[in-house]
């Protein structure tokens, strides 16, 4: 067997860098091998390899950096985002605006297309910049043993087979087998998602053993941040784990967004309707109505001009822009424009857990001593708290000499600092002992003052192979000197011969204390066992002989890092919106569980471990990520096919993460968020938002704008479609009816730049409705013309159709000049966008009330400049000159307020009726 693997490496360095399947066939476990095993395998020895040997292995097998990938040029990714259904209408309408000499439409069009172009040009130009993250992140320098001695190298230069020097500070510069270890605590958040440095050793760990639990490995882009070590090197460049995630990435394509999805269906839609309606009246007005043909090719181009909907990229533009204020705001930062609607479409929401769900700040939550248990209030580092018993009574720990004992041990018998520095409770330090610290102060018990009583004379430091931390101070009594001892349970277990039990030492029970352990442990904490051992004062040495027996157990203590209690409401509140939630960490399953109980997540469940996923197929990862919330061991695989299993399920997902590990599962969900605190740079630059305070609560108001805005871009489409088509069956309802056409092609023009660059805008700074999270998120397959919205548009054009062709007609019928008539028909149909505007502002709601006729105060700017366009374009001279228009007298203008009247109680008597039949079918199907 060990030969076997010996040529599978050997043929490794001849062939270069192998796939992804390859690699797994060939390498062996490394963290399930002996050190000197894994030496014989890669060829090396305790002091590394020979120069002469290490330039023969890098020149068979490359440099230690991660491949980057092809990269199209520039000038080709800009032309390649101008392929886009509604960037063709865009161009279209600038043609048709430019035919008819009307510059300023052609400019604005023309502009909003150049801007959406650049913003995809720099959205791509981001995917690349969050490889580029991700291979920044590969150590520049390191230490490695050559020729016998140790020297500072290139960190490209390292090959298989090399022994590197590792010491607190330095960025692992590939993935290392360790072979000696002294306190080495290496942070692999950035990798894994675990929330406190892992204790390393050189001991083998089982085969099985999942990636966050490889203690005896480590990994390249991790950070060493105690002790020192020394590693040979298993893999390189793309070898690493960091290599395999950057492959993962650099192989996912971004899915577009359900808007622009919608967008591209309404874009293709609206084409076929408007060319089919410009073909049909060229035609009727030919052959019904004799008309020449360059006459009616001028009023159809103006007609499919009025049509074409060019105010909505503006709107879309203004409406997602107020939306990325909003969110920033709320903490929230927007780095691609369409993820502010897609946050309110979204179905799923799966978050990391550590600092999004939770504080990301240890706190001791239980005592266990002798046969009590003691519950510790407060969470964070703040030491504000109550330690009670189970029956709610609080606790005097001056008059409880055991929680006394136990309580200065932990405090003793620690590295790290608390400190209070402009009203925000610090640490310097483990987070775990530093809730020792804050346990003290919320017992009465300082660290200044423990020191100043019980100076430390000497101290066994914490070291991965003991798993244990021991400190020598004076004793109680004259003459005696007394050890402190903490460290993991069946450690500090196995040194003690009694424990204390109301103030009094006895003898322990061996089979009692590991079952409290497991019951702690259970509940999701991290558990730590305080003992400590009076001796004879001596010299004042330590050493760790001295912690092996004869200690008295003081307590068993519970960490654990709480969950946010904004983010718990958050959660409820996505809930009650129809929202998901799934957390998914790189945690061990029984904080996960704890952790998602309390978040009302996973109730009643256990987590799905990555190992369990490993041994799913897609159709069946699919029933299981559709029934659970909680994901417990989760590798940067794990995450990204769960984030594919939701979205082949019809879901739209939103993936919170902060490490390097979460980058591909942020590019693949339809809304990336990274943490803004503690995120990685490669992770923002995967993201598509960024969580300036890494608070899930965030997520959820976000989500709230996110859907106000997708509402406000319904309200513009139910305010222009039925706009646009008033216009049409006017002059097509004329051409039929061998009419005199009420609106020449210069006038409809002049409707649609009056309303479209006023009236319309107003509704991109609608208020966000306060019952947008008391409703499910709308289907993803959802479009955006719904049998309900064609019957609105329909209904709308047909009255704005009826009013102004009736009073053109009736006009006509009083002798009124066609100048008058068609100046009253055009302000017929612009008086009643006015009023309808303000029955857009509710689609459904009724807005006869103050806050729907005044709640808006752009409503009613936009109505107030649109009373002075019309007023100039009936009585300016320049005005009638260029458009044909004519003075009105007070008459005229109360029959045009009256058709206004008319279309806006229809519409609100339309809504009426539409909400009292949905309550009626809700109360029938209750």
Known sequence: MQQRNRTGLRSRYATGHPTENEVQAMDPPWHALEAPGTLDLLDSTPTGLTSEEAARRLAVHGPNTLPAGRSDRWWWRLLRQFHNVLLYVMMTAAAITAFLAHWVDTAVLLGAVVINAILGFIQEGRAESALESIRAMLSPRARVHRDGRIVEILAADLVPGDVVRLVSGDRVPADVRLIRVRELRIDEAALTGESVPVDKTSNPVDRDTELADRRSTAYAGTVAVFGQGDGVITATGAGTELGRINALLAG?????????????????????VILTAAAGTFLLGIVWRGESPSEMFTLVVALAASAIPEGLPAIMTVTLSLGVLRMARRNAVIRRLPAVETLGSVTVICSDKTGTLTRNEMTVQKVVIAHRTIDVGGVGYAPVGNLTEDDGVVIDPDTDPALQVAVRAGVLCNDATLYEADDVWEIDGDPTEAALLVLGVKAGLSRAAADASWPRLDAVPFESERRFMATLHPGDTAGDERIYLKGAPERVLAACTHHLDAGEAVRIDHTHWPRRATETAAQGLRVLALAYRDRPSTDGILDAADAEDGFTLL????????????????????????????????????????????????????????????????????????????????????KLRLVRALQDGGQVVAMTGDGVNDSPALTRADVG??????????????????????????????????????????????????????????????????????????????????????????????????????RPPRPPTESLLSGFFVWRVALVSVLMMSGALGLFLWELESGTTVEVARTIAVNAIVVTEMFYLINSRHIRASVLNREGLFGNRYVLGAITACIVLQVLFTYAPFMQAIFGSSGLTATEWVKVLGVGLVVFFVAEAEKWVIRRRRRHTTAHAG
Request: glycine share 8%; proline share 5%; aromatic share 4%.
């Open 555 to 638: 307590a068993l203590v519970g960490i654990i890092d709480p969950p946010r209690q904004e983010a718990i409401d958050a959660v409820r509140d996505c809930h009650r919106a129809g929202i998901t939630v799934k957390m998914i960490t790189g945690d061990h399953a029984d904080t996960a569980a704890e952790i998602g109980a309390q978040m009302g997540l996973g109730t009643g469940t256990r987590p799905v471990t990555g190992a369990q996923i490993d041994e799913l197929d897609d159709p069946a990862l699919r029933r299981v990520v559709a029934e659970t919330d909680v994901f417990a061991r989760a590798s940067p695989e794990h």
């Open 252 to 272: 996912i394509a971004k899915t577009t967004t359900p808007l622009l999805r919608q967008i591209d269906r309404f874009g293709r839609w609206l084409a076929v």
């Open 673 to 774: 968020v990274a943490m803004g605190r503690t995120g990685t740079e490669a992770a923002k630059e995967a993201s598509d938002m960024v969580l300036v305070d890494d608070n899930f609560a965030t997520i959820a108001a976000a989500v709230r704008e996110g859907r106000g805005v997708y509402d406000n871009l319904k309200k513009f489409v139910l305010f222009m479609l039925p706009t646009n088509g008033g216009e049409a069956l006017v002059v097509i309802a004329a051409i039929l009816f061998q009419l005199t056409l009420p609106l020449t092609p210069a006038q409809v023009l002049w409707i649609n730049l009056a309303t479209v660059s006023t009236l319309g805008l107003a509704l991109a700074f609608e208020p966000t409705e306060p019952s947008v999270m008391r």
